[in-house]
């Protein structure tokens, strides 16, 4: 977070806090509260923030996930608006913030972020739930329900504006690849949870809510095997994309580029969540059949003779078939399959033509053509962006998809080029 878009956009945020939380404190009046009930809360708040992991770890996207939303709504439905505030901006310091692993300005836009979605959403529940004056358990709920989703879109839509600011992307790019209905199925999950912790705090005892806190322990752990599972898997795909670069020196660094550059274009086009990520693992692997090619084919500096080409042609299929067996490699088996298809149908290896071949594949093979001409190959010179970009349309229609053309050639790719060494050299300093 260094650029200027984003240090305004930073000092906004922080404006915007100050303002609101003077507004709510004149709104709703002197706020009386019971110290051991605050504490209580940012103690709840704090053990359920203190540990996140990632599910999901594709170099641009990083995916987290904790369960504190639950005792957030809890705070949302408790507290005045302003009191309620403050205290979700405490209780959800994770334990990186604790130990001083934040940088601090991303410390405090958090604190920032967190007030300003606790004050929002704690007024939409004031309001919501005083549209039935019975006060009947059910509408508590969904006042709660409604409550949690207000404060979650917020909350996303704050930190796509603040990753968009710093990586130069768009913000509805940013904010289309983090929200997904799996997203908003959760709000609604922990949201629900929040409420019952609520009407337990007030209707029981403390005490039946921290017994009550035991199944989020138990998800946690059972969130925490999931993750380290998907973690193995990442690491298994970036390996065997690493060993296709050493076999190939000469392109080292094509496959995760045309896994960023396609990432990149499937959320323009269109694609999010878990088909993002099926198009960014597709990219990583979509030579992964060259394994198996001889050098003679492989390496060849020169033109291939008729029988080498064959063997070349090849390798869509070979990896495919190397990754169909796994049902999680399923869909990006599909599209590493045809991303030589030409959009006309004289590609290979199905003949398949317009939108028969896979979205995925579509999109790589944009990609892929771009990646050869810009990067250029050891016997022919790297064509300047103006070259590629006539080339890619001129042969919209024919080779490309002229709708995945449209969008490729919305998107400043230098930029992209920049930023992805931008991101390998901040990596490599790490």
Same mark, same amino acid.
């Given at each position: 977070?260094?650029?200027?878009?984003?240090?305004?956009? @930073?000092?906004?945020?922080?404006?915007?806090?100050? !303002?609101?939380?003077?507004?709510?404190?004149?709104?709703?009046?002197?706020?009386?509260?019971?110290?051991?009930?605050?504490?209580?809360?940012?103690?709840?708040?704090? *053990?359920?923030?203190?540990? +996140?992991?990632?599910?999901?770890?594709?170099?641009?996207?990083?995916?987290?996930?904790?369960?504190?939303?639950?005792?957030?709504?809890?705070?949302?439905?408790?507290?005045?608006?302003?009191?309620? *505030?403050?205290?979700?901006?405490?209780?959800?310091?994770?334990?990186?913030?604790?130990?001083?692993?934040?940088?601090?300005?991303?410390?405090?836009?958090?604190?920032?972020?967190? !007030?300003?979605?606790?004050?929002?959403?704690?007024?939409?529940? =004031?309001?919501?739930?005083?549209?039935?004056?019975?006060?009947?358990?059910?509408?508590?709920?969904?006042?709660?329900?409604?409550?949690?989703?207000?404060?979650?879109?917020?909350?996303?839509?704050?930190?796509?504006?603040?990753?968009?600011?710093?990586?130069?992307?768009?913000?509805?790019?940013?904010?289309?690849?983090?929200?997904?209905?799996?997203?908003?199925?959760?709000?609604?999950?922990?949201?629900?949870?929040?409420?019952?912790?609520?009407?337990?705090?007030?209707?029981?005892?403390?005490?039946?809510?921290?017994?009550?806190?035991?199944?989020?322990?138990?998800?946690?752990?059972?969130?925490?095997?999931?993750?380290?599972?998907?973690?193995?898997?990442?690491?298994?795909?970036?390996?065997?994309?690493?060993?296709?670069?050493?076999?190939?020196?000469?392109?080292?660094?094509?496959?995760?580029?045309?896994?960023?550059?396609? =990432?990149?274009?499937? *959320?323009?086009?269109?694609?999010?969540?878990?088909?993002?990520?099926?198009?960014?693992?597709?990219?990583?692997?979509?030579?992964?059949?060259? @394994?198996?090619?001889?050098?003679?084919?492989?390496?060849?500096?020169?033109?291939?003779?008729?029988?080498?080409?064959?063997?070349?042609?090849?390798?869509?299929?070979?990896?495919?078939?190397?990754?169909?067996?796994?049902?999680?490699?399923?869909?990006?088996?599909?599209?590493?399959?045809?991303?030589?298809?030409?959009?006309?149908?004289?590609?290979?290896?199905?003949?398949?033509?317009?939108?028969?071949?896979?979205?995925?594949?579509?999109?790589?093979?944009?990609?892929?053509?771009?990646?050869?001409?810009?990067?250029?190959?050891?016997?022919?010179?790297?064509?300047?962006?103006?070259?590629?970009?006539?080339?890619?349309?001129?042969?919209?229609?024919?080779?490309?998809?002229?709708?995945?053309?449209? *969008?490729?050639?919305?998107?400043?790719?230098?930029?992209?080029?920049?930023?992805?060494?931008? +991101?390998?050299?901040?990596?490599?300093?790490?």
């Amino acid at each position: 977070m260094t650029n200027r878009r984003t240090v305004v956009y @930073l000092a906004i945020v922080h404006t915007c806090t100050i !303002a609101v939380l003077l507004l709510l404190f004149s709104v709703y009046g002197p706020v009386s509260f019971a110290w051991s009930d605050i504490l209580f809360w940012i103690g709840a708040g704090l *053990a359920a923030h203190a540990v +996140q992991f990632d599910i999901a770890h594709f170099e641009t996207q990083r995916m987290r996930v904790s369960v504190g939303l639950a005792v957030t709504t809890a705070n949302l439905t408790l507290f005045s608006p302003p009191l309620a *505030a403050l205290i979700i901006s405490v209780a959800s310091l994770s334990a990186r913030d604790l130990t001083g692993k934040t940088d601090l300005s991303k410390l405090l836009f958090n604190r920032s972020m967190f !007030a300003l979605c606790g004050g929002a959403g704690a007024v939409v529940f =004031q309001y919501v739930n005083g549209l039935n004056p019975g006060q009947e358990v059910w509408w508590f709920i969904v006042a709660s329900l409604v409550a949690a989703v207000c404060y979650g879109t917020l909350n996303t839509l704050l930190v796509a504006i603040a990753v968009a600011f710093s990586s130069g992307r768009s913000v509805y790019a940013v904010w289309r690849s983090a929200s997904s209905t799996l997203t908003h199925v959760s709000y609604l999950t922990l949201g629900a949870y929040g409420a019952t912790l609520s009407l337990t705090y007030t209707r029981v005892s403390p005490l039946a809510v921290v017994l009550l806190g035991l199944p989020l322990v138990a998800s946690y752990y059972g969130l925490r095997n999931s993750a380290l599972v998907r973690q193995f898997y990442t690491q298994v795909v970036q390996s065997l994309a690493d060993s296709l670069d050493l076999r190939e020196h000469e392109t080292a660094g094509h496959t995760q580029r045309i896994a960023v550059f396609a =990432q990149r274009l499937g *959320a323009v086009c269109g694609m999010r969540g878990g088909s993002l990520e099926s198009l960014y693992v597709a990219g990583l692997l979509h030579d992964v059949g060259k @394994l198996g090619m001889p050098d003679r084919v492989l390496l060849k500096p020169g033109s291939l003779t008729a029988e080498e080409w064959e063997v070349a042609r090849r390798h869509p299929a070979d990896g495919a078939q190397l990754l169909e067996p796994y049902e999680h490699l399923r869909e990006v088996a599909g599209i590493v399959r045809h991303h030589h298809e030409r959009f006309d149908g004289s590609g290979y290896p199905d003949g398949l033509a317009g939108d028969a071949i896979p979205l995925g594949s579509r999109i790589i093979s944009v990609v892929d053509a771009f990646d050869a001409m810009y990067f250029g190959r050891p016997y022919r010179r790297p064509y300047s962006w103006e070259e590629a970009r006539d080339e890619i349309e001129r042969n919209s229609g024919s080779q490309f998809d002229p709708a995945v053309v449209s *969008a490729f050639l919305t998107i400043h790719w230098p930029g992209e080029v920049e930023l992805l060494r931008a +991101q390998g050299e901040h990596d490599a300093h790490e």
